[in-house]
C-alpha cells in the first residue's frame, strides 16, 4: 500500500483566497483523521471521520474550515477565505479501527499519518 | 485542552550516545505513545504503551510508561546519525474520547557524528 497520500505537499496562497487540501486514506481504513501542526501549538486534531461519516468536529478552529469526506476513499480539508494565522502543515491520517483498539491491535493497526501538506498564507 | 509537557526541547549529542527525553500530562492517560518524525513527513509510531508501570523495547528505545500514568518517557541507546528528526510523545486521554490523540510539543534531537 502506498500509505496515506495527501495533496498538494506545498501551498503558498494569499489571504482571503479558498484553500483545498486532499487526502486518500489507506484502503480499508475505517477512520480518517485531519491534524494541524504548528510551531505553537504542536499537533492539533481538526476532525476525523468514521465510516465516511464526521464524528467529532469540536477542534475545527471555525467556521472558515470545512471538512468532507464523499466517499472511503478520499478526503478534503477546506479553509475559506484563509488568514496568515492559518499557515501551518496539515496532517491527514487514517486507522483500521476505532483508535482504542487499534492501539493495542498488530502494527498494522496504528494511526498512520501523511506527509502532510505546508500551507503558507500571505 | 490537555497539557503536555514534552522535554527537553531539543538535544545535541554526539553519536553512541544515549538519549533521555520524557513527557508529563496534567491529567492521567490510559495510553502513552511515541512518535517520531523525520523532515518533510508525517510522524510514525515508535511504541506504545498500554498499562501503568509498563516498559516496551523496540530495538535500541525503550520506553516506559510512568506509575501515576500522568508520565512517560523514552531512551535511545547508542544513537546514530538517523536518529535525527523530531520525538513526539502523544497520550489518549479517557475523559475525552478514545479517537483523540493528545501530542506532546516534541523534542528535536540532533546526532553529531
Known amino acids: 500500500d502506498a500509505g496515506v497520500i495527501q495533496s498538494p505537499r506545498h501551498e503558498v496562497t494569499e489571504m482571503g483566497q479558498e484553500v483545498t487540501l486532499r487526502c486518500k486514506p489507506i484502503s480499508g481504513h475505517d477512520y480518517l483523521f485531519w491534524y494541524r501542526q504548528t510551531m505553537m501549538r504542536g499537533l492539533e486534531l481538526l476532525i476525523y471521520?468514521?465510516?465516511?461519516?464526521?464524528?467529532?468536529d469540536s477542534g475545527m478552529p471555525e467556521d472558515r474550515f470545512s471538512a468532507k469526506m464523499p466517499n472511503a476513499s478520499f478526503s478534503t480539508l477546506k479553509i475559506q477565505p484563509s488568514e496568515p494565522r492559518d499557515s501551518a502543515v496539515y496532517f491527514c491520517?487514517?486507522?483500521?479501527?476505532?483508535?482504542?483498539?487499534?492501539?493495542?491491535?498488530?502494527?498494522?493497526?496504528?494511526?498512520?499519518f501523511g506527509a502532510g501538506s505546508r500551507l503558507t498564507v500571505l | 485542552g490537555q497539557q503536555l509537557n514534552q522535554s527537553p526541547q531539543s538535544m545535541f549529542i554526539q553519536e553512541g550516545e544515549d538519549v533521555s527525553m520524557n513527557c508529563t500530562s496534567s491529567s492521567i492517560f490510559n495510553t502513552w505513545l511515541w512518535y517520531k518524525q523525520d523532515p518533510g513527513e508525517g510522524p510514525v509510531l515508535l511504541i506504545a504503551?498500554?498499562?501503568?508501570?509498563e516498559l516496551t523495547s523496540n530495538g535500541r528505545l525503550t520506553a516506559q510508561f510512568g506509575i501515576t500514568r500522568k508520565d512517560s518517557f523514552l531512551n535511545i541507546s547508542a544513537s546514530i546519525p538517523s536518529d535525527v528528526g523530531i520525538y513526539f510523545c502523544?497520550?489518549?486521554?479517557?475523559?475525552?474520547?478514545?479517537?483523540?490523540?493528545?501530542f506532546g510539543t516534541g523534542t528535536r534531537l540532533t546526532v553529531i557524528p
Open positions: 504503551l498500554y498499562k501503568a508501570g
Open positions: 491520517a487514517s486507522s483500521l479501527s476505532r483508535l482504542g483498539q487499534a492501539i493495542r491491535g498488530s502494527g498494522a493497526n496504528v494511526l498512520t
Open positions: 502523544a497520550g489518549q486521554d479517557p475523559q475525552t474520547g478514545a479517537n483523540n490523540l493528545f
Open positions: 471521520f468514521n465510516n465516511n461519516v464526521p464524528i467529532d
